[in-house]
Each structure stands twice: as C-alpha cells, then as structure tokens.
C-alpha cells in the first residue's frame, strides 16, 4: 500500500472534505476540476476546492496559531469506516481541536475534532491509537512507541482532567453566533457554517457540527469580507480566497455582518480582559454566571458577558456605563483596571446580589427576557443591593461618603453611593470640595476613578408599579445613546411602500457628542454612515407596523435623504426618537421635546405681516395640534383642524395655513422633508372621527360642515319654500357628507353645482348620525324633561344651566345652529318654515329620535322661541344679521345669478383702478382660487364700470418701471405672496390685446425669430450692481425654447431657456438705458435647483410693432393659445368670488405700504361691512 506523498500545495487541489466521506464518485455532475486531482483513488470521493481559492501569495505558518499548539506532527490515519489504507496526515493538537492537514504547510485542515468531544483515546495495537467521539472513531498510526504515547498523554491532557478550557463545555456544540447552510463555490452540496467568536468553522452537516466533528475552521483575524455581487460573498484570507454563495441578498448581508463580527472579536485586544481576569471570580459573568466575560459596566463595577451587557445597555448610560474590555482599550486607564481588581464580581454582588431569590438568579442560558428583568431589579431598582446602615438619612451618608474617601475602602464607597450618598455633595472644604477632589487629595486615585464615573449616575429606585420597563430614563444633557436598530439603506424618495423585515439591516447605532452614527456591529471602529445632529431637519415617528418592524422612524436629512430604522422593542424605539431629538432641537424649543410627537424639525417660514423675510422655526407635530417656535418668540400652538385655509401654492412649495388673525406660510426649503410636513399637516387637519369634536372646526369651534351648511343656506336658501323639510336627492347628499367628512375645508359649497334641498339635508344628516349626538347622550333627556316645565322663566333658566354643562364644542355649535333656524322662521313668509315646522323636523333630527312624539320638537321650539335669552344675544347684533340677511335677499333678487359670498380666512389686499393713487384705492379680499379676470371684475364692478367687449380689462402686476399683465386665468394670490414690497396690483385694460390676438391669427405656427438687443444682470463682486451693454443677438423662438445666437449664421446657440420658465415684463427701467423704448424684461426662475435662482435680463426692439409680436408669441406659446377668455366678461363675473360678509377671519396681506396704512384700510372695511355690498347696487 503506498503513503501518499504531500504534493506541492500550488499545484494540487485542496481537499476540505474529511476522508471518511467518499461520495459522487460516478457522479456526472461532478465538478470538472476534480479531474486535476493528482491525488488517486481513496480521495476521489473527497469534495475539493477549485485551485482559484488559493492564493499564490507564498505560504507561511501563522504565528499566532503556533502558540497554541500542543503537539504537532506526522501521522498516519486511518479513515474510519473499516478502510485499509492509511494516508499520511500532518495533524495538530491544540486546546480545542485536533486537527490534521495534508502537509505541515496547510494553513487549513482536512478535517477536525473538537477535544470537548473526544470521550476516550486509547492505544490500539501496534504504534496505532483511537480517538473515540460518541459516534466516530479515528485511528492514527505513529512512526513509533514513544511517539504514539506521547501523542496519547498530552490528548488524554486536554480531553479530560481539570485543564478543561471553559469556552468548550464537555460534550455540547460551541454557541454560535450565527450559523447555517452556505453554498461555497465550486462544491456541490453546502456546507453548514458556523460563525462562532472569531473564527467560521465548516461542517459537512449540521449532525457533524453536533458531534464537534468538522472540516476546517477559519481565523477571523486574518480574514477580509467583501460582497462580490448579490447573494455572493468572499471571505479572504492571505492563504485562499473562500467564495460563498448565500440563499438570498438579506441572508448574504447576514452572513456577512456575522463574519464581520467575528473579525471585530478577533482583532480586539485582550489585554485588558487578561488583566482583569487575574481576579478569579471576574472570569464569570457578575450577573449570569457566564465563563469569560468582556464587557464591563464602569460606574457599577461588574464584568458582565456580552448578552448582559445587551441588557445592561437597554438600562442607558445614566444607569450602567457598559464598555467593552477588548475594544475600549482608551477607556482603561490603570486605575480602573485597578478598581475592578480591588473590588471583583464577588466582592461587587455581596452589595448588589446580597438578597436574590434563587428564584430570580440567572444562569448564563437564561433567555434574554429573564436577564432583562433580572438586570433592571438589581441595578435600576437596587431590588437585591444591601442596605447600608445609614440609608435614607442624606447627611449621614454623605459624611460618611467624604470620610470614606479618605481610605481604600472601595466596596464601603460603591455601596454608599448606591445607597444614596451624593457624589457631589459638599465636603465643606475650600481645597477639596467634592468627593472626587477629597479622594485624590488624599491620594486615594482609585476613590476619585470610582467616584469619577458616578458623577451623573442615577440611583436605583424601587419602583412599585411592575411594568417598570415603561418608564422613559431621560439621558444626561449631553445625550448619548447606543444601541442596535434596523436600518434599510437610505433613500433619495419618500417612504411610500412597507418596507419588509428583509430590506433592514441590523446595525451597532451611537448617538455621541451631537453624531448619529451606525456601524456594521457593536465591535465595529469605523461607521458605515454617520449624521450631524446639525444635518438632521426632520425626525418622523411612522405608525406602529407601517413596516416590517413594529416600530420604525424616519430621519431627514439636510442633503434630502432619508434613513429609516426599525425596531421591534417599543421602549428602545421611544428612546432612540426622544435621544435624536433632543440632539437636533435648540434649547428654545426645548418645550417640544415633551410632546409625543409624530414627526419633529425645522422649517422656513414666514408669518404675519412681515412677508419678505423668511425665518427659521422649530415644528412638532402631535395629534392634530402643530406646535410653532419661531426664531425669538415663544412656543405657539396651531389647531389644523380648525384653520381657516390650508393650501399648497406655488407649485407645492408653500404650504399655507390661515387660522384667525394669522396666516402662516411655510416654505419648502427642501423637497423631501417638506413634503413629509405637507402630507403629515394635511392628514392631521383632517376630520378624526363621528364625534362632534373631532371634526375639522372654524376657529370659533364650530364644525366646518355645519358653517359651510348654514352660510351656504343663509346666502341662497333663506327664500326656498320648505327649505330643511323638502329632501335632497339621496344620493347627492351622501356624496356631499362624503366630501365633508374626507376635507371639510377643501369642499367651498356653490350656487349652481349644489342644490339648496341637498346641502340642508346634508346638515340634517350630519347631525342625525353624529356619534353622542349634539346634545350628548349623558344629557339629552335632561333637556327633553325640561319641556314639561309649565313656567317660561323657569324653562329659559334650566336650558341654560344644560347649556353650561355641553361641551365647548357642542354649545358653540348649537349656539350657531340655533341662530341659524332663528333666522330661517324670521323670513317663513318667504320660505313658509315657521317656528313650529322647524321644531318638527329638527327636533328628531338633533336629539336622534324615531319624532313619534312632539317633546324633541318641543325643545328645540324652545330653544329657538327663546333663542336671545336662553344664549343672551346681543339684540343689536342679531339685528344687524338680520339686515344683512335682507340686503342678500334683496341682492338676490335683483341678480339672480348673483354669487354667494366666499368662505372664510381670505386676504385683503390693496388693488388700484387704472392709476396708483389713494383715490383709486380697493380693499379687496382675495380667496386662494380668485383668478386675474376675477379680481378685475370685482373691482369694476364695485366701481360700477360698465365692461365693453374688446376692453380687456386685466389686472396688472406693476413693479415701478416694469409691468405685466396677468393672464385672465392666473391665480392672484400667489402673485400677491411673491410680489416685492414695491410692487402693486392694478385695473387697467390691455390696449395691445387686440392688435396682439389679430397677429397670432395671422400666424400659422407660433414661433418667431429675429434679431434683439440683449442685455443680462450681471453681479459685479457679488454687488448685484448692474453691468454690461446691450449687443445684437438673433433670437429663435418656438414653443418649447427661446435660443440666442451672435449672428444670424452661428449654428449653436449662445444660450438657451425654457419659454414656460420666463416671466416676461413690459418695459426696460430706465436707469438701464434701454436703447430704445420697446424693451421687455425677462425673469428667469428656476426652481428646480436646491437654490432658487432669480436670473434678469433685457430685450430691446426696435419698432412696437415688433415689440408686440414678441410679446404675444410669448404669451401665446406660455398659455397654450389661449390668451383671452372666449366668453369674455360674462363667465368671469359668474364664478367670481365676492367678498364675505363676516370679516371675523380676515388675514391680511400689505401689498403696499406700511403696517399701518394697512391696518388703517382694513378697520375702514370692516367697520361698515354693508358699504360692500352697497357699493355693488
Ligand atoms: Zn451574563
């Protein structure tokens, strides 16, 4: 029989397989390298690893390993399975394994056997001996007697006998840290791979890792992992590459994490854990038991295993300061180390373990919910510390603390600081004031260590309410916060899909001096990504289970990013919110931190009537309440279900909120944050339920649909005959609670698109079905019982004690809708509906009865019979509604088509007729769907100017030199937020127009070309001074872009714009010095980019004419052809808005001049708020 004879390891294919595998011999599949094998027959069965794997780097022995070994030498060996032959191994002893190669050059063996699991080795005949496991036996054959027996002492060593390393316990599988099956490239079947502190072992099977028999294990302290593509991974060593195929991407980053991991525990230095391990009983976990721990915690002096130390984290940093003995090297200095030599686990628990049940006692396989339970009673409550003599008296232990300190007493400290002593008490001493100070004056430097990392601890405290865990430990000011969390990688898009469980990573996260960071694992030096506090605008908190994780944050960041994490633990999730917001929101909007917020952060904004500077403020929105704090000024509270006007403008990048006497603008500085707010503000501002508060409300809580009813009625239905007792069609009245229900602020009733029957039955519904109803169940048959009263006084004052106990809510909107009905039966020689047909339809109606008997109809007969006493109205101003009410109707009755007046929270605003003078002064109030044409007809009309066909009337937007005419169709509004404090809105006709739409008749495509003057603003020094000339330039123009060439044969262009982007003014200011006076101004926008960039140049022309046509080709290619309404006046004047007549809800714009004259303006309207409607007779 031959030996084999070791090959040259470049030239051959390692075999990873052990021997006593022969398998696919005839396999076809067989890889096709297995033909290079220049080993013969026994082997052949054996799986290889293609030649790739290896490295050509030369190969030497690790040095780290041979520390380690035993015994190491030449022997024969005998594949079990009754096989004859022996081939020649180089096997090794270590500790743990026994392990054999196919030459003393291998850095990775055939085949091993952990020593845990070796039960007997004995000698079998000549120069032969067995290695028995409990289910294999593996026979070797030395060169000789001496060195058989040698080989059989130092096994017979470390398989039995007192030297039992503790990281292996007898007879049971090594724990791993992750494990399972991994395809490696080239082999056919997977292997099972194990990840265990710093090395990967490799398994034929999971049943081999069971009985500690594998094929090769790999040190992680010379290994490299690196993705290779999506489900693949190298782990590289200096000797041999091995590729791994994982089962899926999200099991490959697994894999690669663990076996990262395993680096990091390779790598970290043991220096320190040697050290401290000097100290027997440190050698076990201070709180499980568990052999070898290397985490520690600083201020309460114990050497915890890792999985406590998980728990011990979960506790924060102002309870246990867990740092790692191997990785946090910075932090052991040589008196800590020295402390926890002094004292050790042993000495430590005597104080902290002194009263544990043993019911309560860990062990090192305790599930982690135990440990938690069991590390938050020892440490947080001090559940089992020993109490010391002087506890509960503060004087007494502080004395005794600063005596103390004096000497080496180091448990007397711990357990007086734990029992209460302050740390930073004073010692009366001018020299030495506090402990620490004392202590080291003293030269007791181990005093001042302990003392040093308790100086913000807190102290234990029994909590009598069992569900401790629920409690929120704030961090200390400077917020630290570490921890694993769940990330997906960042995105450049909101989060609009449920992210699965798959798509996370877990990831080691620290909050540390104002940087989030996340790393790979907690071992890990260098982060995968980090954020400033600073770079943090936006922090949202997702709605339980919106993912794969049950709780999940969002992070927004300055450069619009978004990063989401997840967790499964609620109170880590809570924590981690409050901890990031605490580093990113200013001290002065502290107040918001307090809030159970769903999404936290800083936005630009302007307010009140300074419109031309934005501000930064500091938002936080929680329910449906936004909380505000503006630069300088205190925190201020919005109710967005009761504002007036909620809207997004100028393409989506303000978001506007008009509540009473406000209106706040808030700017998209940036995309994704922003459009997070908007999303988030406009579902908050939405109705939240059937009950009559949680309905979105005006300002003067009422429910928006119940106001929008009644105005809506008020203004068209007050002369419908059996108006609120003839029905609506069914199912235009469901369609209009629908719309109510999904935005009441958002739904503007009209004449002519609703019906009067559907919009009254729409209220009569709406309160038919309120949850509780308006009267509230508690209390509706109290104001039914009152009806039996034969005495009106007594009557009027028992309604009214009711009326104080409603709700805010309930008794403003009855309030409101009582008026209302008071109004109705006023006018019932018009509408036919007097006190008593009102009582019988409303009184079912509100008090949800079936009406078969008059008492809820009698009640509201009350109510409205006695409406001005029972809510003490002011007659004056009851009369002065009623005046209203009759000017509508008879304004109604003289223009049939007439518009109801707008809804509420408008802008007033300063518009001139045809000049810029006081005299032509008009006090407008603009709604945000108030057009050009609107406007200018509004204005006419007021004025009583009679519009012609072909006048054209526009409004203009006039900036001093420059103007322009908006086109009929242009929103004003925001015209009106952009305009600069020198420009004015104002009336005028167009006298171009029609010479403009006579020459685009003319044209068969809209396009023009020709030469211009061209001038641009050019900024000296950043000075923005105006600068350059005008040059000729040949322009082309088509309806996507305007291009600019030198000359008329240059075939690229200069420049090139975007028609639809230009904003284009008449006139040139003067200072310029146009070179002729047909000049158009160009303003160039672009707000596609971050910055907003305003660009301004000139054209000049020669003739009018040729000015013109430039002009109406512009105009006609930016509004499509459509430069003048078809139907002209008429439609204009129909669904114009007119101004309301309430002015409870004004907001007000300055479009010119100061506050004052803007105030002014506006108390002249408001006084005399018929002169309006006056005006338009
Ligand atoms: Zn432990």
Same mark, same amino acid.
């Given at each position: 029989?031959?030996?084999?004879?070791?090959?040259?390891?470049?030239?051959?294919?390692?075999?990873?397989?052990?021997?006593?595998?022969?398998?696919?011999?005839?396999?076809?599949?067989?890889?096709?390298?297995?033909?290079?094998?220049?080993?013969?027959?026994?082997?052949?069965?054996?799986?290889?690893?293609?030649?790739?794997?290896?490295?050509?780097?030369?190969?030497?022995?690790?040095?780290?390993?041979?520390?380690?070994?035993?015994?190491?030498?030449?022997?024969?060996?005998?594949?079990?399975?009754?096989?004859?032959?022996?081939?020649?191994?180089?096997?090794?002893?270590?500790?743990?394994?026994?392990?054999?190669?196919?030459?003393?050059?291998?850095?990775?063996?055939?085949?091993?056997?952990?020593?845990?699991?070796?039960?007997?080795?004995?000698?079998?005949?000549?120069?032969? +001996?067995?290695?028995? /496991?409990?289910? !294999?036996? $593996?026979? @070797?054959? %030395? &060169?000789? *007697?001496?060195? #058989?027996?040698? =080989?059989?002492?130092?096994?017979?060593?470390?398989?039995?006998?007192?030297?039992?390393?503790?990281?292996?316990?007898?007879?049971?599988?090594?724990?791993?840290?992750?494990?399972?099956?991994?395809?490696?490239?080239?082999?056919?079947?997977?292997?099972?791979?194990?990840?265990?502190?710093?090395?990967?072992?490799?398994?034929?099977?999971?049943?081999?890792?069971?009985?500690?028999?594998?094929?090769?294990?790999?040190?992680?302290?010379?290994?490299?992992?690196?993705?290779?593509?999506?489900?693949? +991974?190298?782990?590289? /060593?200096?000797? !041999?590459? $091995?590729? @791994?195929? %994982? &089962?899926? *991407?999200?099991? #490959?980053?697994? =894999?690669?994490?663990?076996?990262?991991?395993?680096?990091?525990?390779?790598?970290?230095?043991?220096?320190?854990?040697?050290?401290?391990?000097?100290?027997?009983?440190?050698?076990?976990?201070?709180?499980?038991?568990?052999?070898?721990?290397?985490?520690?915690?600083?201020?309460?002096?114990?050497?915890?295993?890792?999985?406590?130390?998980?728990?011990?984290?979960?506790?924060?940093?102002?309870?246990?300061?867990?740092?790692?003995?191997?990785?946090?090297?910075?932090?052991?200095?040589?008196?800590?180390?020295?402390?926890?030599?002094?004292?050790?686990?042993?000495?430590?628990?005597?104080?902290?373990?002194?009263?544990?049940?043993?019911?309560?006692?860990?062990?090192?396989?305790?599930?982690?919910?135990?440990?938690?339970?069991?590390?938050?009673?020892?440490?947080?409550?001090?559940?089992?510390?020993?109490?010391?003599?002087?506890?509960?008296?503060?004087?007494?232990?502080?004395?005794?603390?600063?005596?103390?300190?004096?000497?080496?007493?180091?448990?007397?400290?711990?357990?007086?600081?734990?029992?209460?002593?302050?740390?930073?008490?004073?010692?009366?001493?001018?020299?030495?004031?506090?402990?620490?100070?004392?202590?080291?004056?003293?030269?007791?430097?181990?005093?001042?260590?302990?003392?040093?990392?308790?100086?913000?601890?807190?102290?234990?405290?029994?909590?009598?309410?069992?569900?401790?865990?629920?409690?929120?430990?704030?961090?200390?000011?400077?917020?630290?916060?570490?921890?694993?969390?769940?990330?997906?990688?960042?995105?450049?898009?909101?989060?609009?899909?449920?992210?699965?469980?798959?798509?996370?990573?877990?990831?080691?996260?620290?909050?540390?001096?104002?940087?989030?960071?996340?790393?790979?694992?907690?071992?890990?030096?260098?982060?995968?990504?980090?954020?400033?506090?600073?770079?943090?605008?936006?922090?949202?908190?997702?709605?339980?289970?919106?993912?794969?994780?049950?709780?999940?944050?969002?992070?927004?960041?300055?450069?619009?990013?978004?990063?989401?994490?997840?967790?499964?633990?609620?109170?880590?999730?809570?924590?981690?919110?409050?901890?990031?917001?605490?580093?990113?929101?200013?001290?002065?909007?502290?107040?918001?931190?307090?809030?159970?917020?769903?999404?936290?952060?800083?936005?630009?904004?302007?307010?009140?009537?300074?419109?031309?500077?934005?501000?930064?403020?500091?938002?936080?929105?929680?329910?449906?309440?936004?909380?505000?704090?503006?630069?300088?000024?205190?925190?201020?509270?919005?109710?967005?279900?009761?504002?007036?006007?909620?809207?997004?403008?100028?393409?989506?990048?303000?978001?506007?909120?008009?509540?009473?006497?406000?209106?706040?603008?808030?700017?998209?500085?940036?995309?994704?944050?922003?459009?997070?707010?908007?999303?988030?503000?406009?579902?908050?501002?939405?109705?939240?339920?059937?009950?009559?508060?949680?309905?979105?409300?005006?300002?003067?809580?009422?429910?928006?649909?119940?106001?929008?009813?009644?105005?809506?009625?008020?203004?068209?239905?007050?002369?419908?005959?059996?108006?609120?007792?003839?029905?609506?069609?069914?199912?235009?009245?469901?369609?209009?609670?629908?719309?109510?229900?999904?935005?009441?602020?958002?739904?503007?009733?009209?004449?002519?698109?609703?019906?009067?029957?559907?919009?009254?039955?729409?209220?009569?519904?709406?309160?038919?079905?309120?949850?509780?109803?308006?009267?509230?169940?508690?209390?509706?048959?109290?104001?039914?019982?009152?009806?039996?009263?034969?005495?009106?006084?007594?009557?009027?004052?028992?309604?009214?004690?009711?009326?104080?106990?409603?709700?805010?809510?309930?008794?403003?909107?009855?309030?409101?809708?009582?008026?209302?009905?008071?109004?109705?039966?006023?006018?019932?020689?018009?509408?036919?509906?007097?006190?008593?047909?009102?009582?019988?339809?409303?009184?079912?109606?509100?008090?949800?009865?079936?009406?078969?008997?008059?008492?809820?109809?009698?009640?509201?007969?009350?109510?409205?019979?006695?409406?001005?006493?029972?809510?003490?109205?002011?007659?004056?101003?009851?009369?002065?509604?009623?005046?209203?009410?009759?000017?509508?109707?008879?304004?109604?009755?003289?223009?049939?088509?007439?518009?109801?007046?707008?809804?509420?929270?408008?802008?007033?605003?300063?518009?001139?007729?045809?000049?810029?003078?006081?005299?032509?002064?008009?006090?407008?109030?603009?709604?945000?769907?108030?057009?050009?044409?609107?406007?200018?007809?509004?204005?006419?009309?007021?004025?009583?100017?009679?519009?012609?066909?072909?006048?054209?009337?526009?409004?203009?937007?006039?900036?001093?030199?420059?103007?322009?005419?908006?086109?009929?169709?242009?929103?004003?509004?925001?015209?009106?937020?952009?305009?600069?404090?020198?420009?004015?809105?104002?009336?005028?006709?167009?006298?171009?127009?029609?010479?403009?739409?006579?020459?685009?008749?003319?044209?068969?495509?809209?396009?023009?070309?020709?030469?211009?003057?061209?001038?641009?603003?050019?900024?000296?020094?950043?000075?923005?001074?105006?600068?350059?000339?005008?040059?000729?330039?040949?322009?082309?123009?088509?309806?996507?872009?305007?291009?600019?060439?030198?000359?008329?044969?240059?075939?690229?262009?200069?420049?090139?714009?975007?028609?639809?982007?230009?904003?284009?003014?008449?006139?040139?200011?003067?200072?310029?010095?146009?070179?002729?006076?047909?000049?158009?101004?160009?303003?160039?926008?672009?707000?596609?980019?971050?910055?907003?960039?305003?660009?301004?140049?000139?054209?000049?022309?020669?003739?009018?004419?040729?000015?013109?046509?430039?002009?109406?080709?512009?105009?006609?290619?930016?509004?499509?052809?459509?430069?003048?309404?078809?139907?002209?006046?008429?439609?204009?004047?129909?669904?114009?808005?007119?101004?309301?007549?309430?002015?409870?809800?004004?907001?007000?714009?300055?479009?010119?001049?100061?506050?004052?004259?803007?105030?002014?303006?506006?108390?002249?309207?408001?006084?005399?708020?018929?002169?309006?409607?006056?005006?338009?007779?």
């Amino acid at each position: 029989m031959s030996l084999q004879v070791p090959n040259h390891p470049k030239k051959r294919v390692c075999s990873l397989y052990s021997d006593d595998e022969l398998l696919d011999e005839d396999d076809p599949d067989f890889p096709p390298w297995q033909t290079e094998r220049i080993v013969n027959l026994p082997e052949s069965g054996s799986f290889s690893l293609p030649d790739s794997g290896r490295l050509s780097t030369p190969v030497k022995e690790d040095t780290s390993q041979l520390s380690s070994v035993i015994k190491m030498g030449w022997l024969d060996k005998n594949p079990p399975q009754g096989a004859l032959y022996y081939q020649r191994r180089w096997v090794k002893l270590e500790v743990d394994y026994l392990r054999y190669f196919d030459n003393e050059k291998e850095v990775y063996s055939k085949g091993f056997i952990s020593t845990a699991f070796i039960t007997s080795v004995s000698s079998v005949g000549e120069v032969k +001996f067995e290695v028995a /496991t409990k289910n !294999r036996t $593996f026979i @070797f054959r %030395a &060169e000789n *007697e001496d060195e #058989r027996n040698e =080989w059989l002492t130092e096994l017979r060593n470390c398989t039995g006998g007192p030297k039992r390393p503790l990281t292996l316990i007898s007879g049971s599988p090594l724990t791993p840290d992750y494990s399972g099956y991994l395809e490696l490239r080239g082999l056919r079947s997977k292997l099972f791979t194990v990840v265990a502190s710093d090395k990967v072992l490799l398994y034929k099977n999971a049943e081999d890792y069971n009985i500690g028999v594998g094929i090769t294990f790999i040190d992680m302290n010379v290994g490299n992992v690196k993705d290779s593509d999506r489900r693949s +991974f190298d782990l590289t /060593t200096p000797y !041999r590459i $091995f590729s @791994f195929i %994982a &089962e899926s *991407e999200q099991s #490959r980053e697994q =894999w690669v994490q663990a076996m990262r991991n395993a680096i990091g525990e390779a790598l970290s230095n043991s220096e320190v854990v040697e050290q401290i391990w000097t100290e027997p009983s440190n050698s076990f976990c201070a709180d499980c038991g568990a052999p070898k721990p290397d985490w520690a915690t600083i201020n309460l002096c114990v050497v915890i295993c890792k999985q406590c130390a998980g728990e011990h984290r979960g506790l924060g940093p102002s309870i246990s300061k867990v740092r790692s003995l191997k990785m946090d090297k910075k932090i052991w200095t040589e008196e800590l180390i020295q402390v926890f030599l002094k004292l050790g686990n042993k000495r430590v628990n005597s104080f902290w373990a002194a009263n544990v049940p043993p019911s309560e006692a860990l062990s090192p396989s305790s599930c982690s919910e135990d440990r938690r339970r069991f590390i938050s009673n020892k440490y947080r409550q001090g559940k089992y510390r020993k109490y010391h003599a002087l506890y509960g008296n503060q004087t007494e232990l502080n004395n005794a603390l600063c005596i103390n300190v004096q000497c080496s007493d180091l448990l007397e400290t711990l357990s007086l600081i734990f029992c209460g002593a302050d740390v930073n008490c004073s010692t009366g001493m001018a020299n030495c004031p506090s402990p620490e100070s004392l202590a080291s004056a003293h030269s007791q430097p181990l005093q001042a260590e302990l003392i040093k990392h308790n100086l913000n601890t807190e102290l234990p405290q029994l909590q009598t309410e069992p569900d401790m865990d629920l409690k929120y430990y704030p961090p200390p000011p400077c917020v630290s916060y570490e921890g694993y969390l769940f990330k997906t990688a960042s995105m450049g898009r909101a989060v609009a899909e449920r992210k699965m469980k798959e798509e996370f990573s877990r990831r080691w996260c620290m909050l540390n001096d104002g940087t989030f960071s996340y790393y790979e694992h907690d071992k890990s030096t260098n982060p995968n990504g980090t954020l400033k506090a600073s770079e943090i605008v936006c922090l949202a908190v997702d709605a339980p289970e919106k993912h794969g994780y049950d709780f999940t944050f969002e992070l927004y960041s300055e450069s619009e990013r978004i990063y989401l994490f997840g967790t499964d633990e609620p109170d880590s999730h809570k924590e981690w919110v409050k901890c990031i917001a605490k580093t990113f929101i200013p001290a002065t909007a502290e107040p918001l931190l307090r809030l159970s917020f769903e999404r936290i952060g800083r936005l630009k904004c302007k307010d009140g009537l300074n419109l031309q500077k934005s501000k930064v403020g500091w938002f936080a929105l929680a329910g449906s309440t936004l909380h505000v704090y503006l630069e300088n000024s205190k925190g201020e509270e919005i109710h967005l279900r009761k504002l007036n006007e909620l809207s997004i403008q100028q393409d989506n990048e303000v978001l506007v909120l008009v509540e009473k006497g406000r209106t706040l603008y808030i700017e998209g500085e940036r995309k994704l944050d922003f459009a997070g707010w908007c999303g988030a503000i406009q579902a908050a501002a939405g109705s939240g339920g059937d009950t009559l508060s949680q309905q979105q409300l005006t300002d003067t809580d009422i429910p928006i649909i119940v106001l929008s009813c009644i105005d809506y009625i008020t203004q068209c239905g007050l002369t419908s005959e059996g108006i609120y007792r003839k029905s609506g069609v069914n199912s235009r009245v469901a369609a209009l609670c629908d719309r109510f229900r999904r935005d009441a602020r958002s739904l503007r009733l009209k004449e002519g698109e609703h019906q009067v029957d559907d919009v009254s039955n729409t209220l009569k519904r709406f309160f038919r079905e309120l949850e509780e109803g308006l009267f509230t169940s508690e209390y509706a048959y109290s104001w039914l019982s009152i009806t039996a009263l034969q005495d009106e006084n007594d009557k009027i004052s028992e309604y009214k004690a009711l009326l104080d106990r409603l709700p805010r809510v309930n008794k403003a909107t009855l309030q409101a809708l009582i008026n209302h009905l008071y109004c109705v039966q006023r006018f019932s020689e018009l509408n036919q509906m007097n006190l008593h047909n009102l009582a019988i339809v409303f009184g079912p109606t509100l008090f949800q009865t079936d009406g078969k008997d008059y008492t809820a109809g009698r009640a509201i007969e009350d109510l409205i019979q006695h409406y001005t006493l029972i809510f003490e109205v002011d007659e004056q101003q009851l009369d002065r509604q009623l005046k209203e009410i009759k000017a509508i109707i008879q304004m109604r009755e003289g223009h049939p088509k007439f518009p109801k007046p707008g809804g509420n929270g408008h802008f007033i605003c300063t518009v001139y007729l045809e000049e810029l003078k006081d005299t032509a002064e008009q006090h407008v109030k603009i709604p945000g769907s108030m057009t050009a044409a609107e406007l200018a007809y509004e204005v006419l009309d007021r004025r009583n100017i009679p519009v012609k066909d072909k006048d054209y009337w526009s409004c203009w937007e006039v900036c001093e030199e420059i103007e322009r005419p908006l086109h009929y169709q242009e929103r004003v509004l925001p015209i009106l937020h952009s305009a600069g404090n020198e420009s004015h809105l104002l009336i005028k006709k167009q006298p171009a127009m029609d010479a403009m739409i006579n020459y685009l008749a003319t044209k068969l495509d809209v396009s023009k070309n020709g030469m211009m003057k061209f001038r641009e603003e050019r900024s000296i020094l950043g000075l923005g001074l105006p600068s350059g000339n005008f040059h000729d330039r040949y322009f082309i123009l088509n309806v996507t872009s305007l291009r600019m060439y030198k000359d008329v044969r240059s075939h690229r262009p200069e420049r090139e714009w975007v028609v639809k982007s230009l904003k284009i003014y008449l006139g040139i200011k003067k200072k310029l010095r146009p070179p002729t006076c047909w000049g158009l101004t160009v303003v160039c926008e672009s707000k596609k980019q971050e910055k907003p960039e305003r660009q301004q140049w000139y054209l000049c022309c020669e003739t009018q004419s040729e000015m013109r046509e430039w002009y109406a080709t512009f105009l006609s290619i930016q509004n499509d052809g459509n430069l003048w309404s078809q139907d002209g006046v008429q439609q204009n004047r129909v669904s114009r808005a007119l101004p309301d007549t309430r002015h409870g809800n004004v907001s007000l714009i300055p479009l010119r001049g100061s506050e004052n004259e803007m105030r002014n303006s506006v108390a002249a309207f408001s006084q005399d708020a018929l002169a309006l409607l006056r005006d338009l007779r």
